[in-house]
């Protein structure tokens, strides 16, 4: 009597862990609103240029706030002049290097008119900044000693804030990354940015000296 009614109890519970394995568990209400959240919105990323290994990314700072909170008392928006922040990646095994010197700034008026910018040095859009209207005039002392040193330390504290900010590493390393800001005078007239590309012709291989082709980068949206 007590095996038949153990084997009665076995089959009891091989019933109920089968029916457990086709019902699955039970979803509570929370992990069924978790299942059904919004995707995270995209991120916008900068404009960029890739090809031959190397990938060009641009960001101009064209708004006045924006550009405040980057640069602080050395903004160089108000006095007309756009910082671009450029980004160079190498995906290759080799340095690349990329002549500064050369990078323009191409704006465009129509199909068949534009105009070509070169980039501020920091030391040179500290002075605009710290001069809007232009130098002030040298006052003359009443009593000259010596030598005027023609320093300028209104300037020079500005340009201690943008140098270390500038593009100012001509070598990409492989499989790495360099990034600063280029200036721009645009003579107060931001919306030029809408049509303008960051021009970069001069990009050859270490050491081997191939040129790659030109990059152009627009930084309008």
Same mark, same amino acid.
């Given at each position: *009597?007590?095996?038949?009614?153990?084997?009665?109890?076995?089959?009891f519970?091989?019933?109920?862990?089968?029916?457990?394995?086709?019902?699955?568990?039970?979803e509570?209400?929370?992990?069924?609103?978790?299942?059904?959240?919004?995707?995270? #919105?995209?991120?916008? &990323?900068?404009?960029q240029?890739?090809?031959?290994?190397?990938?060009?990314?641009?960001?101009?700072?064209? /708004?006045?706030?924006?550009?405040?909170?980057?640069?602080?008392?050395a903004?160089?928006v108000?006095?007309?002049?756009?910082?671009?922040?450029?980004?160079?990646?190498?995906?290759?095994?080799? #340095?690349?290097?990329?002549?500064?010197? &050369?990078?323009?700034?191409?704006?465009?008026?129509?199909?068949?008119?534009?105009?070509?910018?070169?980039?501020?040095?920091?030391?040179?859009?500290?002075?605009?900044?710290?001069? #809007?209207?232009?130098p002030?005039? #040298?006052?003359?002392?009443?009593?000259?000693?010596g030598?005027?040193?023609?320093?300028d330390s209104?300037?020079?504290?500005?340009? /201690?804030?943008?140098?270390p900010?500038?593009?100012?590493?001509?070598?990409?390393?492989?499989?790495? &990354?360099?990034?600063g800001?280029?200036?721009f005078?645009?003579?107060?007239?931001?919306?030029?940015?809408? &049509?303008?590309?960051?021009?970069?012709?001069?990009?050859?291989?270490?050491?081997?000296?191939?040129?790659? *082709?030109f990059f152009?980068?627009?930084?309008?949206?």
């Amino acid at each position: *009597m007590a095996s038949i009614v153990a084997m009665l109890v076995l089959s009891f519970l091989a019933c109920l862990g089968a029916l457990a394995q086709n019902n699955g568990p039970l979803e509570t209400p929370q992990a069924s609103q978790q299942s059904v959240q919004a995707p995270a #919105p995209l991120i916008a &990323t900068p404009r960029q240029d890739r090809h031959d290994g190397l990938s060009i990314s641009v960001d101009p700072y064209n /708004e006045p706030a924006r550009a405040k909170e980057k640069f602080g008392k050395a903004n160089p928006v108000p006095v007309g002049i756009l910082p671009v922040e450029v980004s160079m990646h190498n995906d290759t095994d080799r #340095p690349i290097h990329v002549d500064l010197s &050369t990078i323009q700034l191409e704006v465009h008026f129509s199909e068949d008119r534009h105009q070509e910018i070169d980039w501020l040095p920091a030391q040179q859009v500290a002075n605009q900044v710290a001069h #809007p209207k232009g130098p002030a005039a #040298p006052t003359a002392r009443r009593f000259p000693i010596g030598v005027p040193s023609g320093a300028d330390s209104k300037a020079d504290k500005l340009a /201690e804030i943008l140098k270390p900010l500038s593009l100012d590493a001509d070598i990409v390393p492989p499989k790495g &990354t360099i990034h600063g800001f280029l200036f721009f005078d645009l003579n107060r007239d931001m919306s030029l940015v809408e &049509t303008a590309s960051l021009y970069v012709p001069d990009v050859t291989t270490v050491p081997a000296s191939k040129p790659l *082709m030109f990059f152009e980068v627009p930084l309008g949206r």
